[in-house]
């Protein structure tokens, strides 16, 4: 069992910025890949970011460069910064880890960008 913990959200005004973490329980070179998925009201989850275990790192269109996905594998932690921020950022940002079979999602952390 892998537990995830999500912290940093808030209300940010528009082109402010926020850093997202989330904390796993164990090592993350053990777990396949990491990612942050952001959900809106009535919406399917979507990804964000990712980063595997080799450290290569992919992003959603809509990110545009405005995001960046890192990871501290002494603090089993990873991050996502998130710059120029728009009101449509506005949702429940998740994360979420995979080892082997396995899929694991953080309770989330509300992000809510005012325009």
């Known amino acids: 069992q892998v537990q995830l913990v999500e912290s940093g959200g808030g209300l940010v005004q528009a082109g402010g910025s926020l850093r997202l973490s989330c904390a796993a329980s164990?090592?993350?070179?053990?777990?396949?890949?990491m990612a942050w998925y952001r959900q809106f009201a009535g919406k399917q989850r979507e990804q964000v970011a990712a980063?595997?275990?080799?450290?290569?790192?992919s992003y959603g269109d809509f990110v545009k460069g405005r995001f960046v996905v890192s990871r501290d594998s002494a603090k089993n932690t990873v991050y996502l910064q998130m710059n120029s921020q728009q009101a449509e950022d506005t949702g429940v940002y998740h994360c979420k880890a995979i080892k082997f079979s396995a899929t694991y999602w953080g309770q989330g952390t509300q992000v809510t960008v005012s325009s």
């Open positions: 980063i595997t275990s080799s450290g290569t790192t």
């Open positions: 164990i090592s993350i070179f053990r777990l396949g890949s």
